[in-house]
């Protein structure tokens, strides 16, 4: 991966990603029959658009790109991912469910805590299925839903290398592991700002609903059963740490290079999903009416998302000498960093989006600097340049369902039980752009405007 060839790559050559977006925002309402049942070759096909002329025209480096993305970032991806979707799927909580605005914004609240240590992709998998049984008598229920993807699967991943990728990306290049606390009060905002906007929310739609018999409270004691799993998924987390910490030799294999310590990660945590399946009864899945079809949704449309994507993130990756150069000129200020990265981070994957932003932060502050010591000064000069950049990769991950795995996977869930969510346009029109967009702009009055 080479910024010359980023720079040589025409704009009009994300065009199938822009097509792969238009395809899962507008097939699942124009033609709902034909997605459901051909969403994998829609979304392989668009991949394919852009996988064969890259490779015909590029020859070698594309060659070496189109594995790079496949081999070693999404097969990664998807086996951290089934491994937390199968060990969470044999957790179920039990007992008083509510379902009321009180409960639902301390399930949220938790999640939201939670998610900085076991990661947005945990936290979301885990708590959604305890959320949806406890909506399970509500009529108004997809609102509730689009809160916990804002909040559990994506803000709350701030705090913490193990909380969110892009974060985890800028502890190995030196950002020391409790550094990211430092992003505690925007989260604190944000948080506070959404738990504000969906009680309200809530409360309406719940008067609405309380006359219902079905609306009484539960008495069962709230408990856990599968606790086994629980283990299981500290062990997962401990995998991606040590991933990140241990210094192993290096295989090389069809141009690639292995750290041994990814695919020792990667072989335990297929196994820890493994153990999950042989030690949770079937009666606990059944209990969380678990199945593999969220799973096998998010794989393929992810598949040909990694594969749309590598253009756009090519061109990224050029900085000033390519076609989005412009975008780049414009990261001078932790207001536009929080933005560019963040806006990008809604649509592209959030952690090379960091990790693009971190080194044209270092290049311009730093240049010259080996990465280890430019981050160092960057840490000591310019905190908030790090502080936005981290905070738009995470926070604005929640603007679109593919801004973040784990939205488009607690999306496929829910839908799985019934309740009807809003398209691709709809939540980005009627959810994202007027819950968040106000939210952030007064994060970026309090914590990022520049001074005098």
Known sequence: MTPELGASLPLWSILPFAG????????????????????????????LLTALPFLWFYRGAAVHIVLHTMLREYLPFLILLWSLFTVAGGVVVRGTLSGTPGANVALLGIGTLVASWVGTTGASIL???????????????????VFFVFLVSNVGGA????????????????????????CLPPMLLVTGWLLGVY????????????PGPSLAPLRDPVRLDGVQNLFLLAGIAACVLLSGTLRLPVHRFA??????????RDAALAGIGLVSLRITPRALRAANQFSWAPIREVAWLFAGIFLTMIPALEI?????????????????????????????????????????????ALG?????????????????????????????????????????????????????????MPSFFGYLFRWSIPVLVPCFLVVTIVFFRSYG
């Open 316 to 360: 990224l990756r050029a900085g000033a000498a390519g076609p989005l150069r412009g975008f780049i000129h414009a990261a001078n200020s932790p207001a536009s960093y929080f933005w560019i990265a963040g806006g990008l981070s809604s649509f592209l994957d959030n952690a090379p989006t960091y990790l693009t932003f971190l080194h044209t």
């Open 159 to 182: 705090l913490t290398p193990l909380g969110d990728p892009p974060l985890f990306l800028g502890f190995l290049s030196g950002v020391p592991f409790f550094w990211t606390l430092r």
């Open 364 to 420: 311009k502050f730093h240049p010259g600097l080996p990465v280890d010591a430019g981050v160092q000064r960057l840490l000591v000069e310019n905190p908030r340049i790090l502080v936005a950049i981290s905070c738009g990769a995470v926070f604005m991950g929640a603007n679109t369902y593919i801004g973040n795995a784990p939205n488009f996977m607690v999306r496929s869930i829910a839908e799985e039980r019934g309740i009807a």
């Open 127 to 145: 708590l959604v299925r305890p959320l949806l049984r406890g909506l399970e008598s509500r009529r108004h229920r997809a609102h509730t839903v």
């Open 20 to 47: 792969l977006l238009l395809s899962i925002a507008v097939f699942p309402l124009a033609a709902p029959h034909l997605w459901h049942r051909h969403y994998p070759k829609i979304a392989v096909g668009w991949g």
């Open 255 to 264: 141009g690639l290079e292995y750290p041994r310590q990814a695919l020792l």
């Open 199 to 210: 009680i309200l929310l809530d409360r309406r739609y719940y008067g609405r609903e309380r």
